[in-house]
């Protein structure tokens, strides 16, 4: 199927300060974005794409001189695929904080002129939605015709619909849920604790002092990718397959699933901030629209006016289809128009971001309905 | 209820090298124990418990100049318990390559006078059987009653009735499994890298260095201890609690799931052994009586004769109650004598250390059917 093909990312900067939800302002930030196929002349076609945790603006597309580099959501944006940009004018950006090109703890802080590092304020999933809405006023979008992100992107396409009613008429809520578990969060909080208590993090300043704390990252990628993944999934990829046919009796390599947890975890620490990943986690614990309503989701929910699409994957364990469930039944009582897939995938979590053919009919078929 | 009371740990030299399955051979090793109970004239009512990752041979009882410092399965064994140590002559042995006086790499490596450190070496379940059998010789029990454990100690249970089929009468299997998954791996293999590329590790030389590799092993208990919680527990237990009533919008302490585990995992740090750790998941990745035999833990287990009794929890997701189904299986079409129990438990794998009325019923009555 056909790509967007080269594309070229974009930067923006706002001078109007913005004050973050937990007290802190930036007097400025730059955001980093991509877009794909044309705004329409009512400006009724844009659809805002929200990453996960590890994800950038680089959602469809290729660079002109990264022809490998291929955006995170590729299959699943671009002309004639689910998300068809020849319908729609698809916006990708990096949320604050981040590390591939918004302003974030890699940036320079203008009060100091080096970079943030551990002073760069822990963001919401609010502020970041707060942040993207300067971006839609930039690019003249009045209301999105969807707004569409899976697991922490859901969580944003979610709060979209709480914080700007009127400015988003669908929004698509993949593999995520409406709030973090004990258990969600504890795993966050080991991850965490890896880096913070990694020497070379240097509270945060690693970057004076010329390294990164590669051992905390690299433990919090490994830690990730086990709840990314099934157990199904994972028995059947790797199972209890030996790297090199035997045992060592010895702490290099036994097992097939060792080899790939320690590559993806050693690949990670080459391209991805720790302050933006500590950043990350913590909006994801904190995110709970139902918090300011005694628990009550029904009632956080109440304000929403767009239409939804919720999907969930039966061997996702991370954000279980229970979860999604919560906020499909909590839109159902407010009266709201949800449509609800519960897809048969084997994948766990990561399933949001495969090519699996009913899971991508749905959703295209969701889009296919959306009038622009 | 009773306890068995003031109890003294004995040790016991043995001076006639043993071989271990990666092929190494100690030339001597101690191991430390304790009873409880009279053996019989007949020698027919002894009672191994072998413990799990964390645990001892301090299984009942307390020390004279320890008080508070009660046995690991104290609510399990003692006079009219579950195994009533007024029938039963009850054995704790901490295994070889612990850190609790048995000969681990805590130990002087007779070769260099100094700690054996990483020079000890990885051993397996079937070596810790192995070493259990010269304990049994010289406490001059033929044949045991019962071998029991949970988790890695129900393998250890399971291996005696492979190893020695005509030394056990009855094995107890609980919360076990027949061999990791590799969910179960990777969450050993996190939890060893985390050791392993401390910088306080020193290759596991750091008794040397006067240091011990308190981030890695805290990392390490903290990711053991939310796999050995259930999701639902943790939930009931901690859910979305905050410590101290606010978000801190930083990287202090948010929720009382955060507080819990980095106390459980700095507790852990001031008592356990590093190098004993990643021993410890090395025997649990290892353990695998069917590798022989194809993947067939029918024909793997075919040479037991033992009677079984094998209980599992319904929320342990790290030894799921399938996980014993199949171990009940093979045994069954082997035609042997099984007894199982599924056991509704919100406690997940931690379930088997409880005082669960229904669990601690049907372990009490399988005890009382086996003859002395």
Redesign the interface.
């Known amino acids: 199927m056909k790509s967007v093909g080269v594309v070229t990312p974009q930067r923006v900067s706002f001078d109007a300060p913005i004050a973050l939800?937990?007290?802190?302002t930036l007097p400025a930030f730059d955001l980093v974005y991509e877009t794909y196929g044309e705004l329409n002349a009512e400006g009724s076609n844009a659809v805002l794409v929200c990453h996960a945790l590890s994800g950038s603006h680089h959602v469809a597309g290729v660079y002109a001189d990264q022809p490998n580099n291929v955006g995170w959501w590729d299959n699943l944006v671009g002309p004639g695929k689910p998300l068809d940009t020849n319908r729609f004018f698809v916006v990708g950006v990096n949320n604050l904080g981040g590390c591939y090109g918004s302003t974030g703890p890699m940036s320079a802080n203008p009060a100091t002129g080096k970079p943030y590092g551990a002073d760069f304020?822990?963001v919401t999933v609010e502020d970041w939605v707060a942040v993207q809405a300067r971006l839609a006023d930039f690019l003249g979008i009045d209301c999105w015709a969807a707004v569409l992100g899976g697991s922490v992107g859901g969580m944003q396409a979610l709060e979209w619909t709480l914080q700007f009613p009127e400015r988003v008429r669908h929004a698509l809520v993949i593999a995520s849920t409406p709030?973090?578990?004990?258990?969600n969060?504890?795993?966050n909080?080991?991850a965490?604790?890896?880096i913070?208590?990694?020497?070379d993090f240097h509270g945060g300043r690693f970057y004076e002092h010329g390294v990164v704390p590669a051992?905390g990252l690299?433990?919090a990628r490994?830690?990730g990718?086990?709840t990314y993944?099934s157990?199904s999934q994972?028995?059947e990829?790797?199972?209890?397959e030996l790297k090199n046919g035997k045992?060592s009796?010895?702490?290099g390599t036994?097992?097939q699933?060792?080899s790939y947890?320690?590559y993806q975890?050693d690949k990670f620490t080459t391209y991805f901030d720790a302050n933006t990943y500590?950043i990350t986690t913590?909006a994801l614990?904190?995110f709970?629209p139902a918090r300011d309503y005694g628990g009550d989701l029904q009632a956080a929910l109440a304000r929403a006016k767009a239409s939804f699409f919720v999907a969930s994957f039966s061997t996702d364990w991370r954000f279980s289809p229970e979860r999604s469930r919560e906020i499909v039944y909590a839109l159902m009582h407010n009266g709201r128009d949800v449509s609800y897939a519960e897809i048969e995938c084997s994948a766990g979590h990561d399933s949001f971001l495969l090519d699996d053919a009913h899971y991508h009919a749905v959703v295209g078929a969701y889009f296919d309905r959306i009038e622009t």
């Open positions: 939800s937990g007290g802190a304020p822990v709030k973090l578990t004990a258990q969060i504890a795993f909080e080991v965490r604790q890896a913070l208590t990694d020497p051992r690299r433990l490994m830690l990718h086990i993944l157990d994972m028995a990829k790797f199972g209890r045992l009796y010895g702490y036994d097992f699933i060792e947890l320690r975890g500590l913590k614990d904190y709970d």
